[in-house]
């Protein structure tokens, strides 16, 4: 049986309604597909949340931790980058991460590290961090393009209570006394801590005058383990005549060759 | 020029007359009634597929308490509309509205991607999480832009076609 050629213009609208037919197919496979991997992403990808806390250098407190995410599906995320904010409860920003942006291919897995630096130089905002429990704020951003055509964001704010590890500290001194030609004052130091690791260090405490002149002090060995708390009281020597009404008392906590300066607390 | 095998030539072939094309109207155009019984059924699948299963998704995240990210008054308008139109093509396909209501069909659904590219990108809090996830489906949307523009264009020249030879293209489409 002989068929006639279709006319041209018949021919046309056909391939056009042909490769709208085919696009349509296309998109439908493509989103059946990424929405397929989306889950086994999620699924795969359970936060892990270890996020530990330590004393490091330069008077800081580091929160680190990782952030796994194994991408099993058939596309890749492009373009992740990982933020995080700490603020304290006033608001004030304590410290910042960032890591990316990252290429995560289609079946392969990948950790990133997360290492927020706190500084708590007495004084400053983060400074009470090292002697007052409070909340604190976890702000987290990540954003990336799944399956080449997907922007994502996710964005999280999580508060969790901080446990300082010198929680209420107080370093008072008594009555000065004078025995032997020498003058002693007794010190007492006590704190609890309620950081998830034990203090273990030295304490040096320093008795000094309005004028910033040290008129004695002392090292206390400490180790105090994670929720104990912690009350001695020691006699430090002070220098005859060193007028301490109005002067100050510092403390400085050393561990591991970190050394950490806490709030100088005012001697009435 | 053929030859005997003793080199006489051979007598001349009876000359064999061209295959006359088929007649215009060897098509089978399906009766009104029939065609508006198939429409129905079409747009009874029609807004099954793009009302009553969107429509039942969007009210499942309502249930959940997502915020959704279309409201289901739109969702409902345009998927019936467009349900309508397409069923309404089937129907008239042998006469010559069948271009202008391809067109119709195509710009319906333009215009409700448009809707849904106008949007903001969907911002999706998770329930009983304080996570927020922001999804911005732009490159989707206009990839499925795509479909009815090549399905306008395709109305825009069956129009033209039947303007200018109109029943044309019936033996294709209704062979007989």
Known sequence: ?268 | MSATPSGSPSPAAPTVPPPTPPSSLEYRIPSLGIRIASGTVRFVVLVIVLVVIPVAALDVLHSLSIALPISVETEAFYGVLISALLAARYVVRPTRAYGPVTIAAALASILFLITLLLEPPYTLAVPQTPVTITIAFDAILLLLLLIPVLTLAAGAVTTVEDVRSPGERLEFDFPG
């Open chain 1, 1 to 268: 049986m002989l068929h006639r050629t279709p006319p041209r213009l018949y021919r046309v609208s056909r391939l056009l309604r042909r490769i709208s037919l085919v696009v349509l197919i296309v998109v439908l496979l493509y989103l059946a597909s990424a929405v397929y991997s989306a889950v086994r992403l999620v699924e795969s990808s359970a936060p892990s949340g270890k996020f530990s806390t330590a004393f490091a250098e330069n008077n800081t407190v580091v929160i680190q931790g990782s952030v796994s995410i194994s991408n099993p599906g058939y596309y890749p995320v492009n373009g992740f980058d990982l933020s995080l904010r700490v603020l304290n409860r006033t608001g004030t920003l304590l410290g910042t991460s960032s890591d990316g942006p990252t290429q995560i291919a289609a079946g392969n897995s990948t950790s990133f590290p997360v290492a927020i630096y706190v500084p708590v130089v007495a004084g400053t905002a983060a400074g009470s961090l090292l002697v007052a429990d409070q909340p604190l704020t976890t702000i987290v951003w990540a954003n990336a393009t799944y399956a080449y055509l997907i922007p994502i964001s996710v964005h999280f704010i999580e508060n969790r209570s901080w446990g300082a590890p010198f929680d209420s500290l107080r370093v008072a001194p008594g009555t000065i006394t004078g025995f032997d030609g020498s003058t002693v004052a007794p010190v007492s130091v006590s704190f609890l801590n309620h950081a998830p690791f034990p203090d273990t260090g030295t304490l040096e405490v320093m008795l000094v005058t309005a004028s910033s002149v040290v008129c004695g002090s002392t090292t206390l060995t400490l180790d105090v383990p994670s929720g104990a708390d912690y009350d001695q009281t020691q006699d430090v020597p002070i220098t005859s005549g060193c007028p301490l009404e109005g002067g100050s008392v510092l403390a400085s906590y050393t561990s591991s060759g970190v050394t950490l300066e806490l709030p100088p607390e005012a001697i009435p």
